[in-house]
């Protein structure tokens, strides 16, 4: 699953970032606000972690926005502004969840989590199929032929992003960016290993292969596509 975090506080945004992508999220990571609302209207998150006072545009205007396009998105506020006026506002202007800073991790994981169920109910798709493989977004378990496949939390994301990308072919680029937040070095084989850890526990011991290698391109998922 995608989150958006919106957050110009440097120590918090990479707390957070890093927490949320360790839990098996991808995470994009604006600073500003005019940065972050330019995400949130042109890509696909399931949920977006917004903070209120940001240095150009607050979380309010933010969330009106999006709302009044009729983006209905999961938001979860984040701030230091804890009066119950404040927690009204952004709940009367739309936010699914407030919570205050300082706060525990392991709270606003739990919050995320159930945010994230509860909108499974609505448009978010929490299961991706594609052939016998079965990855469950929300119990972070994936499957092939009805047999459990054990991922680590980087496995998992990169699975997540090829089987939404199906058929797609990916740049190394993108995959860097995504799953491990990064610039793409081409002296570095750290996706290629992560590849290849995948294909030996998804791909191996199972027909059709499923990620296929295209070469000079980089990677795809797909279960028509002969390697």
């Known amino acids: ?29 604006a600073r500003k606000g005019l940065d972050g609302h330019h995400l949130a209207n042109t890509e696909t998150y399931d949920l977006i972690v917004l903070d209120v006072m940001l240095p150009d545009i607050d979380g309010w205007r933010i969330l009106k926005s999006l709302r009044e396009a ?26 699914d969840d407030y919570l205050v800073k300082p706060f525990a991790f392991a709270e606003l994981l739990a919050r995320v989590r159930t945010l994230l169920r509860r909108g499974a109910a609505g ?22 032929s009805g047999q459990r496949i054990q991922l680590t939390a980087k496995e998992f994301a990169l699975l997540e992003l090829l089987m939404r990308h199906e058929s797609e072919v990916l740049p190394r680029s993108l995959i860097a960016s995504q799953v491990w937040d990064m610039n ?36 795809m998922l797909d279960a028509a596509t002969e390697a």
């Open 1 to 29: 699953m995608k989150i958006l975090i919106i957050e110009d506080e440097p120590k918090t945004s990479e707390y957070l970032r890093q927490g949320l992508t360790e839990a098996g999220f991808v995470v994009d990571l």
């Open 70 to 95: 009729g983006n209905q998105v999961p938001v979860l506020f984040l701030t230091a502004r804890d009066s119950i006026v404040d927690r009204v506002k952004g709940l009367e202007l739309g936010a």
């Open 123 to 144: 448009a978010i798709d929490t299961r991706l199929t594609v052939a016998d493989l079965e990855l469950d977004l929300m119990r972070r378990r994936a499957m092939r």
């Open 184 to 219: 793409f070095d081409s002296d570095t084989n750290v996706i290629d290993v992560a590849i290849r850890r995948l294909r030996a526990k998804i791909d191996d011991s199972f027909e059709p292969k499923l990620i296929h290698t295209v070469r000079g391109m980089g990677y």
